[in-house]
Structure formats: C-alpha cells, structure tokens
C-alpha cells in the first residue's frame, strides 16, 4: 500500500475537491510554497498515487444514459488478462472487475438506450469464452463519489 503523509493527503483532498486548483492556492491551504505543492503532487503522480487529471462528464449529457451491470462467466480457467483482452473490444464497456463468488467478472457497460444496451448485450454474450451473463439494469443512481484521501479514524 502506497503510504501518503498528512500534507498529502491535504493536497489530495484539494485536488478532489477543484482539480483546477493552482498549485499557490494549494500550497495556502496546506502552508506550503507553491514550488513545494508541485514536487509533492509531481511525486504523487510518479508513485501512482494521483493517476492523472480529467474533465468529470455526465454520461447522460452525452448521451450514454442507460447503464448495466453484467455478471459474466467464463469457459474454464480464464486469466484476467484474457477476460480484459475479451472486452476491451467493446466501447460499452466502461469497466470491467474481477470479483469473487460465482461470477469471474463484473461487467459496467453504458449505451445510449435499451436498444443499444441490448445490441451490447448480445455482442458481449457473442464473445466465445463467455458461457453465461446476468445483467442487471441501472434505474438510478443513489450515490457515487471519490475515494475519500483521509482515512477514517
């Protein structure tokens, strides 16, 4: 596990909050200069503690609104190079987990509505080491948000 310090951790914080912070306005709120902010954040980065910085988009504005979540099984032993291998050919699919239990995957696609959530499904269930789906569509979203960079206590 990658150890961040509590300074870190303030600067994670401000980044979730407004990645467009500047580093100065960063460095007021943690009591560092700014040419300190960017060495941490820069060392963040390297260590893969920040991944990187982006735009949050609302699927649903671009009109990818219908969303499920597809339990997936493979044929005999899969590696999990090999079931991302099978779907990264899809772009319905925003991302794909290996989890425990019956299911080897779990699948999140995202389409523009139930029609082409079904062209999804049926091309998902058309991969040849895929045996079986179980899919589970999204009515609404209650909760979603970032990881928080403070532990809890």
């Known amino acids: 596990m990658l150890r961040v ?8 914080s401000e980044l979730v909050a407004d ?3 500047s580093y100065a306005e960063i460095g007021k709120v943690v009591g560092l200069s700014a040419p300190a902010v960017k060495r941490r954040v820069d060392r963040l ?4 503690v920040l991944r990187g910085f982006t735009a949050v988009v609302d699927p649903e504005a671009l009109g990818w609104g219908t969303e499920a979540f597809v339990e997936v099984r493979y044929r005999g032993n899969v590696s999990p190079g090999q079931i991302r291998a099978s779907l990264e050919p899809l772009p319905e699919v ?6 425990s239990g019956a299911a080897d995957a779990i699948v999140h696609l995202r389409a523009a509505d139930i029609h082409h959530l079904e062209d999804a499904l049926e091309r998902l269930r058309g991969v040849d080491m895929i045996d079986r789906t ?3 569509v999204v009515l609404s979203t209650l909760l979603e948000r970032s990881p928080a960079p403070e ?3």
């Open 5 to 12: 310090d509590s300074i870190d951790q303030r600067i994670v």
């Open 19 to 21: 990645a467009r912070s």
């Open 45 to 48: 980065l390297d260590r893969g």
């Open 94 to 99: 925003v991302a794909a987990y290996t989890v």
């Open 134 to 136: 179980v899919s589970t």
């Open 151 to 153: 532990p809890r206590t």
